[in-house]
């Protein structure tokens, strides 16, 4: 079934503390340096950049390298300096930033892949660099010897990489045990009905966020070990990037239409039923339009199918004529549910779990500093942009404490 543009709740702006405007192109990818008032920034225009904030609270570019093709990806390691970036041609060239980040030093160029570098990773406790790209290839290779270890052939090319994780084209998430010569799958699951553009995993909790182009993220309890997976919908685009603030338990979103969703995470959520199949309403048992026999018998019209978002019941449009939020099962924007399961639902059943805001450009790009609580997203307007954290992080707990009307 198609989804239906639901409209956003009133947004707010956060305080824009940056921005950062002088590329050529859109920024690919851009990190917040942890500890240190910068931004690094890999960009279309073939450039490499480190931004420092100087006396007039401007960024200003401290280094700026040129390459010979696009930049699609980076991964920076802040305890060894070491930038991993991804080309358009497929090959990932390798980095060493001075500790003053006002010098790049060049130290290794690998050829990944036959196509586009999507994703690269830096796994320090193993050395190991890990890369995908649109030759539906998984590398992992040794950054100290430069050896490549093993590949992995996906069904589909790979947009998000997160440690054994791998969201792919088809909307499939699979988890695979990485060795030091060899590769093993562990198991697949599949919720999405859009590719996943995005993953981000809690170690504490062991669980693994996934978003997608079709507008939804899911959380898997990957810890839980008993399968649950549950929907959150709170986006009107694409999810372009998930980050997790574990020390408030916060999930971040961002969508391609400029939209930041600040999800609170500690509170107890709950699965979306299963869409039963029913060949008539299961509230007024009138036959939908393919059931011709109760259709001839009862010499009534069929009727359209939907169904309950809150008990999964098979029910036609006149007993089903109310929406509402449900959004401890994700639904932060009203939906479907039939007339028994509305009166069910009180004020504090449709109480908000997030805060909606508004970034004023579309998102390519996001990245979360947990050491600051900074912000920072590269937009189609080619501009990247740093945000308090004060306005991202405290909003959910002010507003469930009822501070905030």
Not at 160 to 182: M, N, P, R, W, Y
């Amino acid at each position: 079934m198609a989804a239906e543009r639901q409209p956003r709740p009133q947004a707010r702006t956060p305080c824009l503390l940056s921005t950062i405007e002088p590329f050529q192109d859109v920024v690919s990818s851009a990190v917040i340096i942890p500890k240190e008032d910068g931004v690094i920034s890999v960009s279309e225009d073939r450039t490499i950049r480190v931004w420092l904030k100087r006396d007039s609270g401007q960024y200003w570019p401290s280094v700026y390298h040129t390459l010979s093709t696009s930049c699609s990806c980076m991964s920076f390691n802040p305890e060894t300096r070491r930038l991993s970036v991804g080309m358009d041609t497929g090959s990932i060239c390798e980095f060493v930033l001075s500790e003053d980040y006002n010098k790049l030093t060049p130290a290794s160029t690998y050829q990944a892949h036959q196509g586009r570098v999507t994703v690269v990773l830096f796994v320090l406790e193993m050395e190991w660099l890990l890369s995908t790209g649109q030759d539906k290839n998984l590398n992992w290779l040794c950054s100290e010897s430069g050896q490549q270890l093993g590949t992995y052939r996906t069904a589909a090319w790979v947009s998000g990489l997160q440690h054994a994780f791998v969201g792919d084209q088809s909307g499939q998430v699979t988890i695979l045990k990485l060795e030091q010569d060899s590769c093993s799958l562990v198991t697949t699951f599949k919720g999405h009905t859009g590719h996943v553009t995005a993953l981000c995993w809690d170690p504490v909790q062991r669980v693994l966020f996934s978003g997608s182009s079709d507008h939804s993220i899911i959380m898997w309890d990957i810890g839980g070990r008993k399968g649950t997976a549950i929907e959150l919908q709170g986006h009107n685009e694409k999810v372009q990037g998930l980050c997790y603030a574990s020390h408030t338990r916060q999930l971040i979103s961002c969508s391609s239409d400029g939209s930041i969703v600040i999800w609170n995470m500690d509170v107890t959520r709950q699965e979306t039923p299963e869409w039963l199949d029913s060949d008539s309403c299961q509230k007024c048992e009138q036959p939908f339009f393919w059931n011709f026999k109760q259709m001839w018998d009862s010499k009534k019209i069929g009727l359209r199918q939907h169904h309950c978002r809150k008990c999964g019941r098979a029910v036609c449009a006149k007993c089903s004529s109310r929406r509402s939020a449900i959004p401890l099962m994700g639904f932060e924007f009203e939906v479907r549910v039939c007339d028994g399961c509305h009166e069910s639902i009180s004020d504090e059943d449709r109480a908000p779990t997030v805060t909606f805001h508004d970034s004023k450009h579309g998102v390519v790009h996001m990245h979360y500093e947990p050491t600051t609580g900074k912000l920072l997203t590269s937009g189609t307007d080619k501009v990247v942009k740093v945000r308090a954290p004060q306005d991202i992080i405290i909003s959910v707990g002010l507003i469930s404490s009822g501070i905030i009307e």
